[in-house]
């Protein structure tokens, strides 16, 4: 049985800085796309970052436009983990954080090509 869990969310003050984890069971997922995602109360879940399958020939990450620069997504295959190292937050961020993998190494951006997701870890940013 496939299984994704976050952890690493919590309350941080704007400008500092959270480090999400995600632990992926069940089956190998180095061939395939890991991805975070984010909801805020009341908004649709929306991408955050990728990163691609270990067999893929492309970009090996995608970022939002509203997190580039700021949030770094990394995977340790050999622990079938992904991270996502967040700087210099601000109170936009705070959201359920979800990661997600599917059956593409694609670098996707869209929800569809996803259908394992985790239940979500909660990161507020206070101003």
Excluded: H
Excluded at 26 to 38: D, V
Excluded at 73 to 89: C, G
Excluded at 95 to 124: D, F, H, I, L
């Amino acid at each position: 049985q496939v299984q994704l869990v976050e952890s690493g969310g919590g309350l941080v003050q704007a400008g500092g800085s959270l480090r999400l984890s995600c632990a992926a069971s069940g089956r190998s997922f180095s061939t395939n796309a890991m991805a975070w995602f984010r909801q805020a109360p009341g908004k649709e879940r929306e991408f955050v970052g990728s990163a691609a399958g270990s067999m893929w020939r492309g970009e090996a990450t995608a970022y939002a436009d509203s997190v580039k620069g700021r949030f770094t997504i990394s995977r340790d295959n050999t622990k079938n983990t992904v991270y996502l190292q967040m700087n210099s937050l601000k109170p936009e961020d705070t959201a359920v954080y979800y990661c997600a993998t599917g059956t593409s190494g694609w670098p996707s951006s869209m929800r569809r090509e996803y259908n394992y997701w985790g239940q979500g870890t909660q990161v507020t940013v206070s101003s």
